[in-house]
């Protein structure tokens, strides 16, 4: 038993991790956006946080609030994303899904370290996309102020992730394993804010996808038996190699050097 935070806890296989977690005796603190969703699924051993992890400043006030509130976190599930068709600026001037689906990331993951450090077996556990080697870093211009398209802006944070699972083993210096998963395509993901033919065509294409159960079982996996190296990368049930191509060390550096020069 012990504690897990999860972030896109509220709907699709955050949801359904956390509500298992949970029923396993965990703790879970369940971060979300949807106050219904997540208030629905809270009591006994399920806490809800309302947040909108697009905000960095919403994002470091929840860390804040985890590391007051709770001396030992033993995992930390990283979920939370949305699709947007097109490009939105949050209020603190960043393209969204890039602050959303990688920035958020990259503050838990480094922000939690404390509390993770003092677990017995801490893990994190980044559900994204690697392995996944279309799309890339556009270095002069993360924000994508041209040339939007989602799946540009997809593909982007989804491989910011993977350096991130790189950088977090070079830089941060914490016990925590960090562990990559992409699920494969899956029963789940908000599509609501899709056009209605991209909406439907999913819809079809789902019928084959995953269920939700299957996508997430390695994730408990990771949390029983965390991996001895400090960085994994599992797409769906096929380790990867560290040498992979989404996973390039000096990339990784690179990164971290523009993510900390952003935040700062
Ligand atoms: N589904 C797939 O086929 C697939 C395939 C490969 C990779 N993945 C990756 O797997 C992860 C989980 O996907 P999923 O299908 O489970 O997604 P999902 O069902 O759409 O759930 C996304 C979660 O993110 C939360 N979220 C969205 N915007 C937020 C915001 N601004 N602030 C806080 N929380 C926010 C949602 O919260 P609310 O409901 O409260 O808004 C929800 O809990 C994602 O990273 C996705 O890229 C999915």
Known sequence: MGVVIVSGGTN????AFSLKRAERGDRVLVLGRNRE?????????????RVDLSSVAETRHVIEHILGEYEVVDALA????????????????????????????????????????????????????????????HWNDPQLTSGYSAITAQLQAGRANDLL????????????RYVLYHPGFTKSGDRSSLPPVVR???????????????????????????????VTA??????LPDSFPTLDPSDAERLMDLTEKLLN
């Open 200 to 230: 439907g065509l999913l819809a079809m294409a789902a019928l084959a996808a995953r269920p939700v159960a299957d996508a997430v079982a390695p994730i408990h996996q990771f949390l029983d038996a965390p991996p001895a190296a400090p």
């Open 78 to 137: 990283l979920f939370a994303n949305a699709v947007a068709p097109r490009r939105i600026v949050t209020a603190e001037g960043l393209e969204r899904t890039f602050a959303l689906y990688y920035l958020s990331r990259y503050l838990l993951s480094f922000g939690l370290r404390p509390a993770l450090d003092r677990a017995a077996a801490p893990v994190i556990v980044n559900v994204a996309g690697v392995g996944v080697t279309r799309g890339r870093l």
């Open 12 to 15: 699709g296989m955050g949801r």
């Open 165 to 176: 699972g790189v950088g977090f083993g070079q830089r941060s210096g914490s016990r925590a």
């Open 37 to 49: 969703r997540g208030e629905a699924m809270a009591g006994g051993p399920i806490t809800f946080r």
């Open 234 to 239: 599992v797409d769906r049930d096929k380790r």
